[in-house]
């Protein structure tokens, strides 16, 4: 329900990249500031009016309320949500493209050719060294679920959800109990890792 956003780069499949550039911190992600953000996206969404027809009226007002409303009428039971690093930076994991504090402005340790590297099946043939041990500062464990994650899991548990894309891989949906076949890991998750040559698929038990 919050953002998506394209990743065209050849990465890997490790990356949870959102193109905003900054996230609310903890204080800031009020009630509030989701309604006012959520109104924003949705008024850009009334720009993209294709035709002059009216289209049948789903929502009594567009808005945060209106959706709400709409939830609780009962006529909507199949929610699909599209979340990026966004749900996740107030869990305290970093996005990737936060000028400042963004994973890709704080790699200069790893020496890496440029900041992407990192997650190129190309260069992680060559030298893993830096991919693995960024692999283990983000692993799942010591981060806990957000409102967001809970939330999703409430429509999965109100049989609302019918689907949940996420751009994270910090695994965080399935922490807060959002059932793995409702979950579309669209950039890769930490919860399974496959061999590069063989395709073998290991556990993160096993990884850890
Ligand atoms: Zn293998």
């Not at 709400?68 to 929610?79: A, D, L, Q, R, T």
């Not at 041990?133 to 983000?138: D, N, P, S, V």
């Not at 751009?167 to 590069?196: M, W, Y």
Request: with cysteine; charged share 25%.
């Amino acid at each position: 329900m919050a953002e998506g956003g394209g990743n065209s780069k050849s990465e890997a499949h490790v990356d949870g990249s959102e193109d905003h550039d900054s996230s609310p911190s903890p204080e800031e992600n009020t009630q509030d500031s989701i309604s006012q953000r959520m109104e924003h996206i949705l008024k850009s969404f009334q720009d993209f009016a294709v035709s002059d027809e009216a289209p049948p009226q789903v929502l009594e007002e567009v808005s945060f309320e209106g959706i709400v409303k709409y939830i609780k009428s009962g006529k909507c039971k199949n929610i699909i949500t599209m979340t990026g690093a966004g749900i996740s930076t107030s869990a305290g994991i970093p996005d990737f493209r936060s000028p400042g504090t963004g994973l890709y402005d704080n790699l200069q340790k790893y020496d890496l050719p440029s900041p992407q590297a990192i997650f190129e099946i190309g260069y992680f043939k060559e030298n893993p060294v830096p991919f693995f041990t960024l692999a283990r500062e983000l692993w799942p464990g010591s981060f806990k679920p957000t409102p967001c994650h809970y939330f999703l899991r409430l429509l999965h548990e109100k049989n609302l959800l019918l689907r949940a894309f996420t751009q994270n891989i910090d695994t965080l949906e399935r922490v807060a109990g959002v059932p793995e076949e409702k979950l579309v890991e669209a950039h890769g998750t930490f919860a399974t890792s496959h061999c590069v040559d063989c395709r073998q698929k290991y556990s993160q038990e096993w990884i850890k």
